[in-house]
């Protein structure tokens, strides 16, 4: 009598695992029916592009110095994320990537350049030397992470920084424009 119980479970055992190896190829042609159906691009870029607009204009009317971004860069260049964050140390940040798909980013702000640049650039360190970028003087800093380019003007430090060559950190510092608002209403009528 013992023997057939040991029976009964082993064939119910085997009923379970033959359930549940069905269940499995159901799912398995549900996903592959869903995969097949809904369309998907392969070869589209997961990356987004943002337009920073509306931000810039909101952050000029808060920040106590020129925001800047860039102008005339070629559309190879595609900005991935911006903020503004007045209530820390009016922080401005517009990031990139490059031709190369190298990550480039334009960070200001009011905080004390010693601890603000070491805390953006991932603790790259002052090289000492000098670079000329849009007719301006930057400091050249190095690091693990991060290089990037520094300059400090009385209201706020500008950083452009990345994983991409110091050319195209001097090609976006180069680039670097102060925001103009636009003008508001309708153009005046031209006199004839």
Known sequence: MGDHGGVAAAKRGNQKIRDMVLSMAVIGGVVALVYTV???DEDADPLKT?????????????????VLAPQGLPEE???????????????????FLDPDSEYVA?????????????????????????TQAGGATWQVWKGEKYDALVR??????TVVLGTASDERLAEMAAALKPHRSEPTGSPEPKKS
């Open 38 to 40: 809904i369309p998907h």
């Open 50 to 66: 943002v337009d920073y607009r509306v931000e810039i204009t909101t952050a000029q009317r808060s920040a106590p110095y020129p």
């Open 77 to 95: 260049w595609r900005a991935t994320s911006v903020t503004y964050r007045g209530n820390e140390n009016k922080a401005w940040h517009l990031g």
């Open 106 to 130: 334009v960070e200001q702000s009011t905080a004390d350049p010693a601890k603000y640049v070491p805390k953006v650039t991932f603790s790259a360190k002052d090289s000492g030397r000098t």
């Open 152 to 157: 400090t003007d009385k209201n706020a430090t």
